[in-house]
Nanobody, 115 residues
Framework: QVQLVESGGGLVQPGGPLRLSCAAPGFTFSNYAMSWYRQAPGKERELVASISSGGSRLNYADSVRGRFTISRDNMKYTVYLQMNSLKPADTAVYYC????????WGQGTQVTVSS
C-alpha cells in the first residue's frame, strides 16, 4: 500500500515563499509521474503541477505557472513544490499523488496565505 506524506505547509504572507515535500517510500517511485494537487474550502481538488517519472517534463496550471516549480529526487522518493510569490488565492490543502492519481490520498499539508 502506497503511503503519501506531505509536509512543509504553513502560514505565509502574500508574496512569500514555501517549499512543500511529499515522501512516498516503499515502492518503485521512479516509475511514476507525480503531481501536486490542491483543494480550497468549498472547491473541488485541482491539479497544480506535474512532473514526469524522470523529471524532464513539467506541466503547470495556468494559475501557478511562473511562480511554482515542481521537482523530484527519485533517490529520496520525494517530490517537491517550490512556491514563490504566493497569493491569498493559493490558500488550500496541498496533496501529492501519481499523475493521474491512483493511490489513497495522504493527509495533505495546509497552506494559508494571509497578512
Amino acid at each position: 500500500q502506497v503511503q503519501l506524506v506531505e509536509s512543509g505547509g504553513g502560514l505565509v504572507q502574500p508574496g512569500g515563499p514555501l517549499r512543500l515535500s511529499c515522501a512516498a517510500p516503499g515502492f518503485t517511485f521512479s516509475n511514476y509521474a507525480m503531481s501536486w494537487y490542491r483543494q480550497a474550502p468549498g472547491k473541488e481538488r485541482e491539479l497544480v503541477a506535474s512532473i514526469s517519472s524522470g523529471g524532464s517534463r513539467l506541466n503547470y496550471a495556468d494559475s501557478v505557472r511562473g511562480r511554482f516549480t515542481i521537482s523530484r529526487d527519485n533517490m529520496k522518493y520525494t517530490v517537491y513544490l517550490q512556491m514563490n510569490s504566493l497569493k491569498p488565492a493559493d490558500t488550500a490543502v496541498y496533496y501529492c499523488n501519481s499523475s493521474p492519481s491512483r493511490w489513497p490520498w495522504g493527509q495533505g499539508t495546509q497552506v494559508t496565505v494571509s497578512s
